[in-house]
Protein backbone atom coordinates (compact mmCIF):
# COMPACT_ATOMS: atom_id res chain seq x y z
CA UNK A 1 0.00 0.00 0.00
CA UNK A 2 1.34 3.29 -0.80
CA UNK A 3 1.81 5.72 1.85
CA UNK A 4 2.92 9.51 1.72
CA UNK A 5 5.28 11.16 4.01
CA UNK A 6 3.05 14.24 4.04
CA UNK A 7 0.77 14.32 6.94
CA UNK A 8 -0.75 16.47 10.18
CA UNK A 9 -2.01 15.88 13.55
CA UNK A 10 -3.18 17.81 16.46
CA UNK A 11 -4.50 16.86 19.75
CA UNK A 12 -5.97 18.51 22.85
CA UNK A 13 -6.13 17.06 26.13
CA UNK A 14 -7.29 19.01 29.74
CA UNK A 15 -5.05 18.00 33.28
CA UNK A 16 -5.14 19.01 36.75
CA UNK A 17 -8.76 19.82 36.81
CA UNK A 18 -9.09 21.53 33.87
CA UNK A 19 -6.58 23.96 34.80
CA UNK A 20 -4.02 23.13 32.50
CA UNK A 21 -4.58 22.54 28.26
CA UNK A 22 -2.05 20.01 27.17
CA UNK A 23 -1.94 20.31 22.92
CA UNK A 24 0.33 18.38 20.72
CA UNK A 25 0.96 18.90 17.12
CA UNK A 26 2.87 16.55 14.32
CA UNK A 27 3.99 17.56 11.10
CA UNK A 28 5.57 15.56 8.76
CA UNK A 29 7.69 15.84 5.23
CA UNK A 30 9.72 13.53 3.22
CA UNK A 31 12.73 12.42 4.35
CA UNK A 32 15.23 9.86 3.00
CA UNK A 33 15.00 8.68 6.33
CA UNK A 34 12.92 8.60 9.50
CA UNK A 35 14.39 11.78 11.48
CA UNK A 36 12.43 12.74 14.59
CA UNK A 37 12.58 16.38 16.32
CA UNK A 38 10.57 17.70 18.99
CA UNK A 39 10.31 21.18 20.65
CA UNK A 40 8.73 21.30 24.15
CA UNK A 41 8.93 22.76 27.55
CA UNK A 42 12.38 21.47 28.93
CA UNK A 43 10.86 19.67 32.12
CA UNK A 44 9.24 17.32 28.91
CA UNK A 45 12.63 16.68 27.76
CA UNK A 46 13.08 13.15 29.48
CA UNK A 47 9.74 11.63 27.57
CA UNK A 48 12.10 12.40 24.50
CA UNK A 49 12.93 8.80 23.84
CA UNK A 50 9.85 7.49 24.73
CA UNK A 51 7.99 9.54 22.04
CA UNK A 52 10.38 8.82 19.75
CA UNK A 53 9.73 4.60 20.01
CA UNK A 54 5.95 5.85 19.68
CA UNK A 55 6.21 7.57 16.24
CA UNK A 56 9.01 4.41 15.48
CA UNK A 57 5.65 2.18 15.77
CA UNK A 58 3.57 3.87 13.23
CA UNK A 59 5.97 5.85 10.63
CA UNK A 60 9.18 4.23 8.62
CA UNK A 61 10.25 7.36 6.88
CA UNK A 62 10.06 11.08 6.80
CA UNK A 63 10.82 14.31 9.02
CA UNK A 64 8.56 14.18 12.26
CA UNK A 65 8.40 17.38 14.01
CA UNK A 66 6.49 16.90 17.34
CA UNK A 67 5.00 20.14 18.68
CA UNK A 68 4.18 20.26 22.51
CA UNK A 69 2.49 23.59 24.41
CA UNK A 70 0.83 23.61 28.04
CA UNK A 71 -1.17 26.06 28.98
CA UNK A 72 -2.65 27.35 32.00
CA UNK A 73 -2.45 27.59 35.82
CA UNK A 74 -1.87 23.95 36.59
CA UNK A 75 2.14 24.00 36.40
CA UNK A 76 3.08 27.23 37.40
CA UNK A 77 3.15 29.11 40.68
CA UNK A 78 4.00 32.69 42.01
CA UNK A 79 6.54 33.45 44.20
CA UNK A 80 7.26 36.87 45.81
CA UNK A 81 10.74 37.95 45.85
CA UNK A 82 12.44 40.70 47.22
CA UNK A 83 15.43 42.76 46.71
CA UNK A 84 16.84 43.22 50.28
CA UNK A 85 19.87 44.49 48.92
CA UNK A 86 18.28 46.80 47.13
CA UNK A 87 16.51 48.26 50.36
CA UNK A 88 18.85 48.64 52.14
CA UNK A 89 20.33 50.59 50.03
CA UNK A 90 17.58 52.99 49.61
CA UNK A 91 16.70 52.99 53.46
CA UNK A 92 20.23 54.52 53.55
CA UNK A 93 20.02 56.82 51.04
CA UNK A 94 16.50 58.14 52.49
CA UNK A 95 18.00 58.58 56.13
CA UNK A 96 21.15 60.55 54.87
CA UNK A 97 18.86 62.43 52.21
CA UNK A 98 17.06 63.48 55.72
CA UNK A 99 19.84 63.96 57.59
CA UNK A 100 21.46 66.27 54.81
CA UNK A 101 18.37 68.71 54.53
CA UNK A 102 16.17 68.15 57.81
CA UNK A 103 13.61 66.21 56.19
CA UNK A 104 10.96 65.02 58.90
CA UNK A 105 8.69 61.63 58.60
CA UNK A 106 9.92 58.63 58.70
CA UNK A 107 10.26 55.72 55.88
CA UNK A 108 7.36 53.43 56.14
CA UNK A 109 6.34 50.21 53.98
CA UNK A 110 3.74 52.30 52.21
CA UNK A 111 6.67 54.26 50.92
CA UNK A 112 8.78 51.52 50.12
CA UNK A 113 5.56 49.54 48.40
CA UNK A 114 5.84 52.58 45.98
CA UNK A 115 9.48 51.28 44.45
CA UNK A 116 8.23 48.04 41.93
CA UNK A 117 12.01 47.99 41.99
CA UNK A 118 12.26 46.15 45.43
CA UNK A 119 9.85 43.09 44.91
CA UNK A 120 8.87 40.95 41.71
CA UNK A 121 7.06 37.92 41.11
CA UNK A 122 8.66 34.89 40.01
CA UNK A 123 6.63 32.02 38.43
CA UNK A 124 8.16 28.48 39.27
CA UNK A 125 7.23 25.52 36.75
CA UNK A 126 6.07 22.31 38.83
CA UNK A 127 7.12 18.98 37.54
CA UNK A 128 4.98 17.60 34.43
CA UNK A 129 5.27 13.96 35.50
CA UNK A 130 1.91 14.18 36.91
CA UNK A 131 0.10 14.43 33.48
CA UNK A 132 2.58 12.12 31.55
CA UNK A 133 -0.28 9.90 30.44
CA UNK A 134 -2.34 12.70 29.36
CA UNK A 135 1.00 13.70 27.36
CA UNK A 136 1.40 10.87 25.64
CA UNK A 137 -2.22 9.86 25.06
CA UNK A 138 -2.11 13.27 22.97
CA UNK A 139 1.18 11.85 21.22
CA UNK A 140 -0.50 9.08 19.97
CA UNK A 141 -3.97 10.52 18.99
CA UNK A 142 -2.02 12.85 16.70
CA UNK A 143 -0.11 10.63 15.56
CA UNK A 144 -2.88 7.96 14.48
CA UNK A 145 -4.16 11.67 12.63
CA UNK A 146 -1.16 11.75 11.04
CA UNK A 147 -0.90 7.86 10.23
CA UNK A 148 -4.28 8.55 8.84
CA UNK A 149 -3.73 11.40 6.37
CA UNK A 150 -0.60 9.68 4.98
CA UNK A 151 -2.63 6.75 4.09
CA UNK A 152 -5.01 9.20 1.96
CA UNK A 153 -2.33 10.94 0.28
CA UNK A 154 -1.29 7.56 -0.51
CA UNK A 155 -4.05 7.14 -2.11
CA UNK A 156 -3.95 9.64 -4.38
CA UNK A 157 -0.06 9.23 -5.22
CA UNK A 158 -1.29 5.20 -6.37
CA UNK A 159 -3.66 6.31 -8.64
CA UNK A 160 -2.22 8.97 -9.98
CA UNK A 161 1.76 6.80 -10.37
CA UNK A 162 -0.57 3.51 -11.97
CA UNK A 163 -2.41 5.76 -14.82
CA UNK A 164 1.44 6.68 -15.96
CA UNK A 165 2.54 3.56 -15.28
CA UNK A 166 -0.15 2.40 -17.89
CA UNK A 167 0.24 5.25 -20.40
CA UNK A 168 4.28 3.58 -20.27
CA UNK A 169 3.10 0.62 -21.17
CA UNK A 170 0.58 1.40 -23.70
CA UNK A 171 4.03 3.43 -25.03
CA UNK A 172 6.06 0.42 -24.62
CA UNK A 173 3.91 -2.19 -26.44
CA UNK A 174 4.39 0.30 -29.50
CA UNK A 175 7.68 0.43 -29.60
CA UNK A 176 7.72 -3.30 -29.32
CA UNK A 177 6.20 -3.12 -32.51
CA UNK A 178 7.93 0.03 -33.87
CA UNK A 179 11.25 -1.67 -33.98
CA UNK A 180 11.04 -4.31 -37.20
CA UNK A 181 9.72 -1.64 -39.09
CA UNK A 182 13.03 0.29 -37.90
CA UNK A 183 15.26 -2.71 -39.13
CA UNK A 184 13.16 -2.83 -42.36
CA UNK A 185 13.96 0.79 -42.69
CA UNK A 186 17.04 1.12 -41.78
CA UNK A 187 18.02 -2.27 -44.67
CA UNK A 188 16.23 0.20 -47.25
CA UNK A 189 18.52 3.24 -46.63
CA UNK A 190 21.77 1.25 -46.76
CA UNK A 191 20.59 -0.38 -49.86
CA UNK A 192 19.75 3.01 -51.96
CA UNK A 193 22.63 4.56 -50.16
CA UNK A 194 24.85 1.69 -51.50
CA UNK A 195 23.42 1.81 -54.86
CA UNK A 196 24.35 5.52 -55.28
CA UNK A 197 27.33 4.91 -54.06
CA UNK A 198 28.89 1.74 -56.11
CA UNK A 199 26.38 2.65 -58.88
CA UNK A 200 25.37 -0.90 -59.61
CA UNK A 201 22.65 -3.27 -59.48
CA UNK A 202 22.67 -4.73 -56.13
CA UNK A 203 21.08 -8.25 -55.06
CA UNK A 204 18.45 -9.23 -52.18
CA UNK A 205 21.01 -11.02 -50.41
CA UNK A 206 24.70 -9.23 -51.52
CA UNK A 207 26.83 -9.86 -48.46
CA UNK A 208 27.92 -6.37 -48.06
CA UNK A 209 24.28 -5.26 -47.68
CA UNK A 210 23.85 -8.30 -45.05
CA UNK A 211 26.92 -6.99 -43.02
CA UNK A 212 26.15 -3.41 -43.08
CA UNK A 213 22.40 -3.91 -42.45
CA UNK A 214 23.53 -6.62 -39.09
CA UNK A 215 25.92 -3.89 -38.06
CA UNK A 216 23.72 -0.91 -38.22
CA UNK A 217 20.84 -3.01 -36.95
CA UNK A 218 23.05 -3.97 -33.86
CA UNK A 219 23.76 -0.77 -32.85
CA UNK A 220 20.21 0.36 -33.23
CA UNK A 221 18.73 -2.22 -31.85
CA UNK A 222 16.25 -1.40 -28.97
CA UNK A 223 15.19 -5.12 -27.76
CA UNK A 224 17.30 -5.49 -24.82
CA UNK A 225 16.10 -1.68 -23.51
CA UNK A 226 12.65 -2.57 -24.18
CA UNK A 227 12.82 -5.38 -22.52
CA UNK A 228 14.64 -4.55 -19.77
CA UNK A 229 12.17 -1.66 -18.98
CA UNK A 230 8.98 -3.80 -19.15
CA UNK A 231 10.63 -5.67 -16.16
CA UNK A 232 11.09 -2.34 -14.35
CA UNK A 233 7.39 -1.68 -14.92
CA UNK A 234 6.32 -5.04 -13.64
CA UNK A 235 8.65 -4.49 -10.48
CA UNK A 236 7.28 -1.49 -10.06
CA UNK A 237 3.57 -2.71 -10.19
CA UNK A 238 4.15 -5.39 -7.53
CA UNK A 239 5.93 -2.53 -5.40
CA UNK A 240 2.79 -0.49 -5.40
CA UNK A 241 0.74 -3.31 -3.58
CA UNK A 242 3.23 -4.02 -1.22
CA UNK A 243 2.86 -3.61 2.79
CA UNK A 244 6.61 -2.84 3.01
CA UNK A 245 8.04 0.79 3.10
CA UNK A 246 8.28 0.89 -0.89
CA UNK A 247 9.54 4.84 -1.17
CA UNK A 248 13.40 3.88 -1.51
CA UNK A 249 12.90 1.22 -3.51
CA UNK A 250 10.58 2.67 -6.12
CA UNK A 251 13.04 5.70 -6.79
CA UNK A 252 15.78 3.45 -7.56
CA UNK A 253 13.43 1.52 -10.00
CA UNK A 254 12.56 5.07 -11.74
CA UNK A 255 16.50 5.75 -12.39
CA UNK A 256 16.94 2.50 -14.02
CA UNK A 257 13.75 3.45 -15.93
CA UNK A 258 14.55 6.35 -16.52
CA UNK A 259 18.30 5.00 -18.06
CA UNK A 260 16.74 2.71 -20.29
CA UNK A 261 15.24 5.59 -22.31
CA UNK A 262 18.07 7.23 -22.45
CA UNK A 263 19.49 4.67 -23.81
CA UNK A 264 16.53 3.81 -26.04
CA UNK A 265 17.07 7.93 -27.24
CA UNK A 266 20.43 7.33 -28.37
CA UNK A 267 20.32 4.37 -30.15
CA UNK A 268 16.77 5.17 -32.63
CA UNK A 269 17.16 7.56 -35.26
CA UNK A 270 12.95 6.98 -36.23
CA UNK A 271 11.23 10.02 -35.94
CA UNK A 272 8.62 8.25 -34.20
CA UNK A 273 10.33 6.49 -31.52
CA UNK A 274 12.08 9.87 -30.46
CA UNK A 275 8.74 11.18 -30.40
CA UNK A 276 7.77 8.16 -27.94
CA UNK A 277 10.72 8.76 -25.91
CA UNK A 278 10.36 12.28 -24.75
CA UNK A 279 6.55 11.29 -23.34
CA UNK A 280 8.34 8.46 -21.91
CA UNK A 281 10.88 11.11 -19.94
CA UNK A 282 7.66 13.17 -19.34
CA UNK A 283 6.20 10.36 -17.46
CA UNK A 284 9.01 9.24 -15.56
CA UNK A 285 10.13 12.71 -14.56
CA UNK A 286 6.64 13.05 -13.09
CA UNK A 287 6.30 9.27 -11.40
CA UNK A 288 9.80 10.46 -9.64
CA UNK A 289 8.22 13.50 -8.25
CA UNK A 290 5.55 11.55 -6.94
CA UNK A 291 7.69 9.01 -5.60
CA UNK A 292 9.97 11.37 -3.54
CA UNK A 293 6.76 11.85 -1.07
CA UNK A 294 6.34 8.03 -0.85
CA UNK A 295 7.49 6.20 2.48
Known sequence: MVRSMT???RSVKLAKEQETE??????????????????????LMYLEDKMKKEIQQLFRRGR????????????TKGELQTDYELMDQFIHEMKLAKSRYQLGGDVDVNTLTTFQELFS?????????????????????????????????????HDDINSRLKQIRLILSEL????HVV??????????????YINEELKEDGSRILQEVALLAEKGDI????????????????KLTSNESIGRQLDFIVQEM????????????????????????????KIKEQVQNVE
Not at 268 to 279: A, C, H, L
Request: aromatic content about 6%; proline content about 1%; hydrophobic content about 30%.
Open 7 to 9: GYG
Open 22 to 43: ITVEIRTVNHRFLDFSTKMPRS
Open 64 to 75: VDVYVTIEGNGF
Open 121 to 157: VQEKEEGYDQVEGEIMSALQEAATKVSDMRAQEGVAL
Open 176 to 179: EDRR
Open 183 to 196: VDSMRDRIKQRMSE
Open 223 to 238: TEEVTRLGSHLDQFFD
Open 258 to 285: HREVNTIGSKSNDTQISEWVVQLKSEIE
